[in-house]
């Protein structure tokens, strides 16, 4: 959600934008008090937290914030799963 008194220009690729469907609300400007009825009203909020995109940015936002332990869990656990899916290819190619 974007609220601005001011216009807003922005310049932005094709490739950088992502549009999708749980996302639409009418393009033109209103006030705010109707914008967040709109929101609340169309579930916006709970749709993006179920989408990928707000999951890997949710991931990423926690991992910034391990330690050096955690980082540590992370690779050992990157390890593991990768060992285990070169077994099951071995398995499945042989």
């Given amino acids: 959600m974007l609220e601005s008194s001011q216009p807003l220009l922005?310049?932005?690729t094709r490739t950088s934008v992502s549009l999708t469907d749980p996302l639409t609300l009418p393009v033109f400007i209103?006030?705010?008090k109707s914008l967040s009825a709109a929101w609340a009203e169309a579930?916006?909020?709970a749709k993006w937290d179920g989408s990928s995109w707000a999951k890997k940015l949710a991931n990423k936002k926690k991992r910034a914030n391990l330690s050096d332990f955690g980082r540590f869990k992370v690779m050992v656990?990157?390890?593991q799963k990768s060992s285990i899916i070169a077994k099951k290819m071995q398995e499945i190619s042989a």
């Fill in 77 to 79: 656990a990157r390890k």
């Fill in 30 to 32: 209103v006030r705010q």
């Fill in 43 to 45: 579930d916006i909020q």
């Fill in 10 to 12: 922005i310049s932005l």
